[in-house]
T-cell receptor, first 111, second 115 residues
Framework: TQLLEQSPQFLSIQEGENLTVYCNSS?????LQWYRQEPGEGPVLLVT?????EVKKLKRLTFQFGDARKDSSLHITAAQPGDTGLYLC???????????FGKGTTLSVSS | GAVVSQHPSWVICKSGTSVKIECRSL??????MFWYRQFPKQSLMLMAT?????????EQGVEKDKFLINHASLTLSTLTVTSAHPEDSSFYIC???????????FGPGTRLTVL
């Protein structure tokens, strides 16, 4: 069974701080996706990383896919209150079936 | 493009009744739809995968006779929670993917509260 370990589970920081969320597995994924979810809404896709070692930037968010395609990280620079939410990583197995979700990171940014 | 809707957004029902939740792909044909369940501040747990015109595949531990799934057309899948109990109260989210792609598009979710 493929598992994605996501850490930390909860993160509470001040506006302007930087943070990193990690997603690790012992399995190889053909791609990995990061989502942000607000309470009472469905997840919204932020980015998909496909190539080992790939780095993608989305404004203050930087996503990296590990060389071996087993892990990924999300780094947020100068966090803002609007970044508050649940961040989920999800891996697409090489079998190409359903997404495997990490447990999520609940981020709270206070001003 | 690639918009998925769910109906209703929230529903409250009495214990013992059945509730149907609809998932629609509004601007594309969804060959596969997925149903997830999410408890507060937790991640999504896959319940079942359904392909249009065939029986759904339920994940281990998910009772197929309690969580009935119908995917009769390429734009509609339904999840029926039969004989609902308070422990079935949760946030149910569907997603859809189109042929030739594994990318999933998520619906906004349905909040179910069973009294």
């Amino acid at each position: 069974t493929q598992l994605l370990e996501q850490s930390p589970q909860f993160l509470s920081i001040q506006e302007g701080e930087n943070l990193t969320v990690y997603c690790n597995s012992s399995s190889v994924f053909s791609s990995l996706q990061w989502y942000r979810q607000e309470p009472g809404e469905g997840p919204v896709l932020l980015v998909t990383v496909v190539t080992g070692g790939e780095v993608k930037k989305l404004k203050r968010l930087t996503f990296q896919f590990g060389d071996a395609r087993k892990d990924s990280s999300l780094h947020i620079t100068a966090a803002q209150p609007g970044d508050t939410g649940l961040y989920l990583c999800a891996g697409e197995s090489q079998a190409g079936t359903a997404l495997i979700f990490g447990k999520g990171t609940t981020l709270s940014v206070s001003s | 493009g690639a918009v998925v809707s769910q109906h209703p957004s929230w529903v409250i029902c009495k214990s013992g009744t059945s509730v149907k939740i609809e998932c629609r792909s509004l601007d594309f044909q969804a060959t596969t739809m997925f149903w997830y369940r999410q408890f507060p501040k937790q991640s999504l747990m896959l319940m079942a995968t359904s392909n249009e015109g065939s029986k759904a595949t339920h994940e281990q531990g998910v009772e197929k006779d309690k969580f009935l799934i119908n995917h009769a057309s390429l734009t509609l899948s339904t999840l029926t929670v039969t004989s609902a109990h308070p422990e079935d109260s949760s946030f149910y989210i569907c997603s859809a993917s189109r042929g030739g792609s594994n990318e999933q598009f998520f619906g906004p979710g349905t909040r179910l509260t069973v009294l």
